[in-house]
Structure formats: structure tokens, C-alpha cells
């Protein structure tokens, strides 16, 4: 099955979600019920120096994830137009670090939209393991309007 981020940007070169990035994280997010889902295996590159994964690996997962129900959301919304190449970006994430989190195996991601307009949208994200959200995220995604 194809993610969201190979449906919508292909090329993106992002270092968290981007497939045309071989360097990046690779991350691969898929619609599930009420919002998205993903996997995450931190690598040891990723280690916070006692063991755990990095808490900016953390955040830049829970900010590339919760731009797929945005995507989602806004194509039902007839809100996506194909001039342009990313329609929404991050405009603020508040990151709220719960509980320390494994550093190598398989971490799930889920995010939903919790409110949006055609200018914003903002999403709830969660990065869970071993049935316990080890941390949450509340992503403001704005209209991208590139300006000269």
C-alpha cells in the first residue's frame, strides 16, 4: 500500500518523511480509523547518550506524522489545489515528552485533526510503546503562501 507522503509529495527531500530523501528517516504514515498511524525504530544514531531515543528525533516524527490527516482532511474538504506542491506547513508544535522512550524497537504513531479551517489546521499527535503514550504533540499546520 502506498503512504500518504508517496501519494502526495513523492519527491519531498524532508529529512523525517521525505521518500526522496535516502538519508532521512523514511517515515511512512497510512489513513487508519479517526486519523493516521505509523511505525518508528529510532536507530542508534537517534540516542539521547543514556539510551533512549533523542527527543528531537521525537518531535520531528510527531511533526511530519501529523501532516497526514491534514492532507487527509483537507483533499475531503476540496481544500488542496495541484499548483501547489505542499499545501500546508507547520506553523507551531507544542511537544509534550510523557514518559522516556525505547531507543531501537518498533514505535506507533497516530494523529487526528482535532479542528481545521481552509488557512489552519491544527492535530493531535501520539507516539506510543508497550500500550503507553510515551509522547504527545499539538501541531498548528497553516496555507502555504509562498511570498517573493
Not at 519531498?12 to 530523501?21: A, E, V
Not at 489546521?121 to 496555507?143: C, G, N
Request: charged share 20%; aromatic share 10%; with cysteine.
Amino acid at each position: 500500500m502506498q503512504s500518504i507522503q508517496e501519494r502526495y509529495f513523492p519527491d519531498m527531500t524532508c529529512f523525517g518523511c521525505g521518500p526522496g530523501n535516502p538519508d532521512g528517516l523514511q517515515l511512512r504514515s497510512y489513513p487508519s480509523e479517526g486519523g493516521t498511524t505509523a511505525t518508528f525504530a529510532g536507530w542508534p544514531q537517534h540516542d539521547n547518550g543514556i539510551g533512549f531515543l533523542n527527543g528531537g528525533i521525537i518531535s520531528t516524527v510527531l511533526d511530519c506524522h501529523s501532516v497526514t490527516p491534514v492532507l487527509l482532511y483537507a483533499e475531503a474538504a476540496g481544500w488542496l489545489s495541484p499548483d501547489v506542491a505542499l499545501p500546508y506547513v507547520t506553523a507551531g508544535l507544542d511537544v509534550k515528552f510523557l514518559r522516556p522512550t525505547p531507543l531501537g524497537p518498533e514505535l506507533t504513531l497516530f494523529a487526528t485533526v482535532t479542528s481545521a479551517t481552509p488557512e489552519e489546521v491544527w492535530v493531535r499527535s501520539e507516539l506510543h510503546f508497550d500500550d503507553k503514550v510515551r509522547a504527545t504533540a499539538q501541531a498548528q499546520w497553516k496555507r502555504w503562501r509562498p511570498r517573493g
